[in-house]
């Protein structure tokens, strides 16, 4: 393991990892006083060695950027997408190609987010130390024992991708997982919206359609507020504090100063931008006002239809050793069941061939479902 604190370190790295097969990468960061992660420790493993970069005493990270681009170094990650996300903000590239442990276990018969430290006891046999995991990564200098800790989220992944790729291979699913390593790699996936921000405001449910409008402004201003100023969303507002004022429909600072907490946490300047915010949504013409993602009324209930495709699905995940959410969620089983077929990944790839088109001949009552002594029995009609 080397720890590297200079620009002429990190580049004799880089030169030297060039050469190799793999790239594992894991970082360590500090999100809780700042709406951007801040990198702490960038940790790297090629086919023979460990590094570990620190990003405060290095000049520039950005000599980097060719060994992630490069297409002959498969790059290794556990839950690649915090990672990825700091990645592309701090280099302003993104790794490809990729391949995410977490993501192939779920074809290997491991549960849908299984931890590291699990899964490096399941491949490797090997119990890791969780004594560093609440560290304080931006306090400087970092211990031996920090170091360790550190390596250790790397160093175990180029042996893991050689038994996972072999398993995949074996069971002929390596390919499945093409499009999902692809969709890691689209500089789309971290790109925010602010304007769509306000449907994951907790309890949004609550709001009528004028109040949406007026939550859908304030909560974009929210955003950008808190990505100017590097501070953590809660900090401006709260989801609870946007949900309650555009409830109350504020159309004052008074009134907006009347819910719990906000005369603490904004100033005049911003308390009048948040009520201009209000009003401009609740005054917006009703044709513009937004609508959560909500089944229309008109659509059937699907309660026997889900009851019955969750049985099956269940039972080919188990056949199949494949996590049962990457085999088919419920919200695409709902879609299916009302009636949706294009744009469902059920309905795509590996997934159509193992359950796909079987449910649609259980939703077309070609095939029954039934308990027998060993569980539940498939059967087509005319068996």
Known sequence: MEYIANQENLEAFVRRAASSSVLAIDTEFLREKTYYAKLCLLQLATDTEVAI????????????????????????????????????????????????TQVAATLLGHTQQIGYGPLVHSLCGVNLKKSDSFTDWSRRPLSQSQLEYAADDVI?????????????????????????????????NYVSDASTRFRRLKRVGQLSRRQLAAAREVACWRELTAQDRDLPRKWVLTDEQIVEACRREARTIDELFMVRGVREKLGTRDARAVVAAMVRGMDAP???????????KSEPNVDAE??????????????????????????ELCRVARGYRDD??????????????????????????SLGPEGLVVTRRGE
């Open 306 to 331: 889900l009851d019955l495709m969750e049985a099956l699905v269940r039972l080919r995940a188990r056949e199949n050793d494949i996590a049962m959410q990457t085999l088919a969620s419920h919200n």
């Open 344 to 369: 469902v990944d059920v309905l795509k790839g590996w997934r159509r061939a193992l359950i796909g088109e079987e449910l649609l001949e259980l939703l077309a009552g070609r095939i029954s479902l």
């Open 286 to 296: 009703p044709d513009s006002w937004p609508e959560l993602d909500k089944p229309s």
């Open 53 to 100: 970069i620190d990003p405060f005493a290095v000049d520039d990270l950005g000599v980097l950027a060719p060994l992630l681009e490069d297409p002959s170094i498969m790059k290794l990650f556990h839950a690649a997408g915090q990672d990825l996300e700091i990645i592309y903000r701090e280099l302003g590239v993104l790794p490809a190609p990729v391949f995410d």
């Open 156 to 188: 175990y992944l180029p042996k893991m991708h050689r038994i996972m790729v072999e398993r995949l291979q074996a069971k002929g699913r390596l390919s499945w997982l093409d499009n999902d390593f692809a969709a890691l790699s689209d500089p789309a």
